[in-house]
């Protein structure tokens, strides 16, 4: 089974024709669900292509519309959203989700591209929106490795 070490080598991968749908497929069958939100189509399949080679049911959006939508059909186990995205912010949504009593339990982890978006103390800037702390919090790029251990420890497996 391959292993992609980061950004560059997926980039790669992805120019030679490989799709996320060449790896993985052994390990679907009790997995963990998760809601990938991001509108940069190449991150969802970066991180899509690494949490299904570990055996996570994921499913990728670009949109949070898309993804509220999604969300009235089937509950992910775990949500990853970027924080920057153009129809609404995933600080938004994440508000959003948390407010509603449907999806408030759902961990949410955020992922941004932006050094320091929340001025460095993640925890404050929520306290300060009145509103739940994520899960975790990551910034891109994001190594296989560290998605993979947060993502763990946030299910608890």
Not at 68 to 93: C, F, H, Q
């Amino acid at each position: 089974m391959a292993v992609i070490l980061d950004m560059r080598e997926f980039l790669e991968a992805k120019s030679r024709g490989w799709t996320h749908k060449n790896f993985g497929k052994e390990a679907r069958r009790m997995a963990k669900k998760i809601l990938i939100v991001d509108d940069e189509p190449d991150m969802v399949l970066f991180y899509r292509t690494v949490l299904e080679e570990k055996g996570y049911e994921v499913r990728g959006l670009t949109s949070a519309q898309e993804a509220i939508s999604a969300l009235d059909k089937e509950r992910p186990d775990l949500i990853l959203l970027d924080l920057v995205m153009p129809d609404k912010t995933g600080i938004t949504l994440f508000r959003d989700l948390k407010k509603d009593e449907r999806y408030k339990d759902i961990p949410i982890v955020l992922i941004t591209g932006i050094k320091d978006v929340m001025g460095g103390d993640h925890k404050k800037f929520f306290e300060g929106l009145k509103t739940r702390v994520p899960a975790a919090y990551l910034e891109k790029p994001v190594a296989p490795k560290t998605l993979l251990d947060t993502v763990a420890r946030v299910l608890g497996s």
